[in-house]
């Protein structure tokens, strides 16, 4: 099972509601590396880990940060929860790590 197919078997019957944003998003940050995509998927088969459990850490900080009678959480802040949530790394890390070693670059 892909971690597409995992988010998306969490998503279901949810549609519309804020666990199913929260998948979205993630589908969103997992399209950007695969090895973000392997960390996610590994996360996502511990029930500790559902994107609802996410959602709720979400949802901590827009109650946190209320004004007045509604409370939100900007899309910014939601991706850095929700990698803070699932371990991600940093993008600049991930995409400049090198894929191959040539012995030559350190002649």
């Keep these: 099972m892909t971690v597409f197919e995992k988010i ?26 695969d090895h973000i995509a392997d960390i996610v998927s590994t996360d996502l088969d511990n029930p500790d880990m559902e994107i609802e459990k996410c959602e709720r850490k979400i949802e901590e900080y827009a109650r946190k940060n209320q004004k007045g009678s509604c409370g939100c959480c900007p899309p910014n802040v939601a991706e850095d929860i929700i990698k803070i949530f699932y371990g991600i790394p940093d993008e600049e890390a991930t995409n400049n790590a090198p894929d191959i070693i040539d012995i030559s670059d350190f002649l």
């Design 8 to 33: 998306e078997a969490q998503q279901k019957g949810k549609e519309g509601t804020a666990v199913w944003m929260v998948g979205e998003q993630l589908k969103d940050i997992c399209r950007k590396s």
